[in-house]
Nanobody
Framework: QVQLVESGGGLVQAGGSLRLSCAASGSIFSINSMGWYRQAPGKQREFVAGVSSEGSTKYADSVKGRFTISRDNAKNTVYLQMNSLEPEDTAVYYC????????????????WGQGTQVTVSS
């Protein structure tokens, strides 16, 4: 009923930039917060950045000043602009969103995308 689809990952050299996108589709009534997480090989999934429905943002210390999260409510899309990338940023990046569906307007659930690989070479 609800899908989150990420795009924009790839291979980039250290110091480079990438922009990730995540579009939500389906029987969406409203979207609360949206965010990005990442999981490197052998490590737990970790929070990267989040944005509320009002536009307030939060970042992990490791990406502050380098990454910028934004959203387009008209398109149900969240973005992650990643600058000054470092090899330590290599991971699968997942978006998530707190969504209320048309069929269950009193229930808010978290949905996840399938992930997109970001590889930063040194």
């Amino acid at each position: 009923q609800v899908q989150l689809v990420e795009s924009g990952g790839g291979l980039v050299q250290a110091g480079g930039s990438l922009r990730l996108s995540c579009a939500a589709s389906g029987s969406i009534f409203s979207i609360n917060s949206m965010g990005w997480y990442r999981q490197a090989p052998g490590k737990q999934r970790e929070f990267v950045a989040g944005v509320s429905s009002e536009g307030s943002t939060k970042y992990a210390d490791s990406v502050k000043g380098r990454f910028t999260i934004s959203r387009d409510n008209a398109k149900n899309t969240v973005y992650l602009q990643m600058n000054s990338l470092e090899p330590e940023d290599t991971a699968v990046y997942y978006c998530n969103a707190l969504i209320t569906t048309v069929q269950a307007r009193n229930v808010i659930k978290i949905y996840w995308g399938q992930g997109t690989q970001v590889t930063v070479s040194s």
